[in-house]
Nanobody, 125 residues
């Protein structure tokens, strides 16, 4: 079992920045590739960014490429999402997820075995 706890969400003005954190516990963190997803009410959860077990490889959705950065600190069992140049379309609940899949950066939510509870990010224009 892996427990994931997100933090760092909140209200921010358009053009601002936030850093989300996801702290993991329970099993060896670097056994898992990690990802961030986001979801709006009534919509499907969408892939935002993914990072490999070592942190050496990353991938981003086109909508956030160049603005968001995913990173991880395996010594602290934590994955981060640095979000810059935020706009109202980034408003969503953000979730971190963990997978043992060997597929690189899967965007399919069913591939991820563990999820956090989500943290709300709200943009004001």
């Amino acid at each position: 079992q892996v427990q994931l706890i997100e933090s760092g969400g909140g209200f921010v003005q358009a053009g601002g920045a936030l850093r989300l954190s996801c702290a993991a516990s329970g099993q060896t963190f670097n056994n898992y590739a990690m990802a961030w997803f986001r979801q709006l009410p009534g919509k499907e959860r969408e892939f935002v960014a993914g990072i490999s077990r070592t942190g050496g490889s990353t991938n981003y959705a086109d909508t956030v490429k160049g603005r968001f950065t995913i990173s991880r600190d395996n010594a602290k069992n934590t994955v981060y999402l640095h979000m810059n140049s935020l706009n109202p379309e980034d408003t969503a609940v953000y979730y971190c997820a963990a997978t043992t899949s060997r597929v690189l950066f899967p965007a399919n939510t069913t591939v991820y075995q563990y999820w956090g509870q989500g943290t709300q990010v709200t943009l004001s224009s």
